[in-house]
Structures are given as C-alpha cells and as structure tokens.
C-alpha cells in the first residue's frame, strides 16, 4: 500500500499562503515558517505530520500528497480547515 511522509502549513487566507510560499522560494526555511505561522498543532513539529496512506487526510490534501513531486512546494491548496502548503518529504507507491 501506498504510504507518504509530509509537511505542511495551514493559514485562514490564499494571501498569506501565498506569502509564505514566496518566502519559502526566496530561502526561508520551511520548518520555521510552519513553526511560526501555522494553525495547525503540527506547527510545533515544522509541519510535519508523519506518514500516512491514501484516504487519510482529507481529499484536496490526499490528491496533492500522492501526486506532486517529492521535496517541492506545492500550493495553496484549499480545504475545509484552509489554505495549505504542503511538502511531501517522503513517499513509497
């Protein structure tokens, strides 16, 4: 089965999602951003939130994380919780 390891940052608005994911292109560092930044509890870690297979996270977030290429930002990507960066570290398919 399908397994991926990643991380995120979780904001209220596309805007800041978009700032982020500028600075983050610019060279900031993604941990300390999603440290800083996020509102998910998983912020404290950089973001990261262990792995997990398909159908686990919600579907917008499923899609991304088993598709987009490892180690590149992908986003904003809209859920029912907000808007994402989201980074896959790690994947087996």
């Known amino acids: 089965m399908a397994q991926a390891a990643a ?3 979780l904001v209220s608005t596309e805007d800041a999602c978009s700032d982020l994911k500028k600075q983050i292109a610019e ?46 930002v992908q986003g904003s990507v809209k859920t029912q919780f907000g808007y994402h960066l989201v980074e896959v570290t790690h994947r087996v398919d």
Do not use: N, W
């Open 27 to 72: 060279g900031a560092d993604f941990a300390e951003l999603a440290a800083a930044h996020s509102s998910c509890p998983s912020g404290a870690q950089g973001g990261a939130l262990g792995t997990f297979g398909p159908g686990q996270m919600v579907k917008e977030f499923d899609e991304v994380v088993f598709s987009a290429p490892v180690g590149e």
């Open 7 to 9: 991380r995120h940052i």
